[in-house]
T-cell receptor
């Protein structure tokens, strides 16, 4: 696609439920990233994929968070047993490759509210 | 560890004024990349510029200009003749050349309001 596409745009869920957030990167981009933006923490790196593998998962805040990428394209971020502190904007991004000079392009984010 | 500081939390100016957003970074690497992103109310982070650590030339793009100074570890962003559409949160970010992951480390952002 022309840009990074994320769904849903907004999600309100009850505490304890599982949620899945989807990201469709820019066509041809092999690297895909998830970031989280919250009021208290700013923009935080969660995980990145090069192809279908995730060399760096160091930013995932707990084992309730997981992500996968299939076919070198679409990625899903799953949060199990959601907590109120998980409320944030989850931003997906992609780049041509994982080289640190590549420009990373972001989607509009998925706004998650846990009530 | 790398760090990016945007000391100005909020700036408010009147339209047509010039405004400079400050960014100071810390890194131990000799090769690194600096970025500016704009985040309008829609939420999407819009890429503005990328600069590598070996290129200290200032850059101008229309009303936008960037001043990179390695001596002071700063990468400041100036908007000339500001317009209401420039209102947004602006983020400065640093990416280091390390084996494995590419991570952007972001500053806390500066909320810029341009008043008509």
């Amino acid at each position: 696609g022309a840009g990074v596409s994320q769904s849903p745009s907004n999600k309100v869920t009850e505490k304890g439920k599982d949620v899945e957030l989807r990201c469709d990167p820019i066509s041809g981009h092999t690297a895909l990233y998830w970031y989280r933006q919250s009021l208290g923490q700013g923009l935080e790196f969660l995980i990145y994929f090069q192809g279908n593998s995730a060399p760096d998962k160091s930013g995932l805040p707990s084992d309730r968070f997981s992500a996968e990428r299939t076919g070198g394209s679409v990625s899903t971020l799953t949060i199990q047993r959601t907590q109120q502190e998980d409320s944030a904007v989850y931003l997906c991004a992609s780049s041509l490759g994982a080289f640190s000079g590549n420009t990373i392009y972001f989607g509009e984010g998925s706004w998650l509210t846990v009530v | 560890a790398q760090k990016v500081t945007q000391a100005q939390t909020e700036i408010s100016v009147v339209e047509k004024e010039d405004v400079t957003l400050d960014c100071v970074y810390e890194t131990r690497d000799t090769t690194y990349y600096l970025f500016w992103y704009k985040q309008p109310p829609s939420g999407e982070l819009v890429f503005l510029i990328r600069r590598n650590s070996f290129d200290e030339q200032n850059e101008i793009s229309g009303r936008y200009s960037w001043n990179f100074q390695k001596s002071t570890s700063s990468f400041n962003f100036t908007i000339t003749a500001s317009q209401v559409v420039d209102s947004a949160v602006y983020f400065c970010a640093l990416s280091e050349r390390t084996a494995g992951a590419q991570k952007l480390v972001f500053g806390q952002g500066t909320r810029l309001t341009i008043n008509p």
